[in-house]
Antibody, heavy 115, light 107 residues
Framework: VQLFESGGGLVQPGGSLRLSCTAS????????MTWVRQAPGRGLEWVSA???????YYADFVRGRFTISRDNTRATLFLQMDNLYAEDTAVYFC???????????WGQGTQVTVS | EIVLTQSPVTMSLSPGEKATLSCRAS???????LGWYQQKLGQAPRLLMS???NRAAGVPARFSGSGSGTDFSLTISSLEPEDFAIYYC??????????FGQGTRLE
């Protein structure tokens, strides 16, 4: 199992970024997927998740600004981030979420800096 | 929102000693919905324990988990040098939202 995040970078407040998470080594279409972030020197914070069928779930602090999606044909997870705040600065991890279980495989993360 | 409070924030021990980390939930939680992760500096988190007491694949037997209701714990029976890291508990009982504890740094 491998997960590789990309798309992070430096963006101004109010700007947008689109993160991608490319998966391999498992049947992507049969797993929930999720995004978790970690601000500098801080703990883990759940951001969003998407079901096999495409139902999305969000933390309150990103609802209306971030959109999670998936492309099962390309085994890729996305996070469209709009209207970014300085407080969104963090490393963003994608993770695999098996049914009735926990986040069992994680990518190495991509840095997002809003400044 | 289910708030998870971990204690202590920092724990200072030596290799060979026993560590017991605590995670308290703000409301009762089925043990099925409580997990633990380990994170080393500069690395992604690693799943250690699911359903409060089930070790994930490849996790050494010195790690054990227990608890029910609002009080859960992670025990490392005899610390190895590679165990010094930050540990997080997480609940998946309520998806509004999924929450993590603030972490315990084991040094």
């Amino acid at each position: 199992v491998q997960l590789f995040e990309s798309g992070g970078g430096l963006v101004q407040p109010g700007g947008s970024l689109r993160l991608s998470c490319t998966a391999s080594g498992f049947t992507f279409s049969t797993y929930l997927m999720t995004w978790v972030r970690q601000a500098p020197g801080r703990g883990l914070e759940w951001v969003s998740a998407i079901s096999v069928g495409g139902t999305s779930y969000y933390a309150d602090f990103v609802r209306g600004r971030f959109t999670i999606s998936r492309d099962n044909t390309r085994a890729t997870l996305f996070l469209q981030m709009d209207n970014l705040y300085a407080e969104d600065t963090a490393v963003y991890f994608c993770a695999r979420w098996p049914p009735n279980s926990f986040f069992d495989f994680w990518g190495q993360g991509t840095q997002v800096t809003v400044s | 929102e289910i708030v998870l409070t971990q204690s202590p924030v920092t724990m200072s021990l030596s290799p060979g000693e026993k560590a017991t980390l605590s995670c308290r939930a703000s409301q009762s939680l089925s043990s099925t919905y409580l997990g633990w992760y380990q994170q080393k500096l500069g690395q992604a988190p690693r799943l250690l324990m699911s359903d409060a007491s089930n070790r994930a694949a490849g996790v050494p037997a010195r790690f054990s988990g227990s608890g029910s209701g609002t009080d859960f714990s992670l025990t490392i029976s005899s610390l190895e040098p590679e165990d010094f890291a930050i540990y997080y508990c997480q609940q998946r009982g309520s998806w509004s939202p999924i929450t993590f504890g603030q972490g315990t740094r084991l040094e």
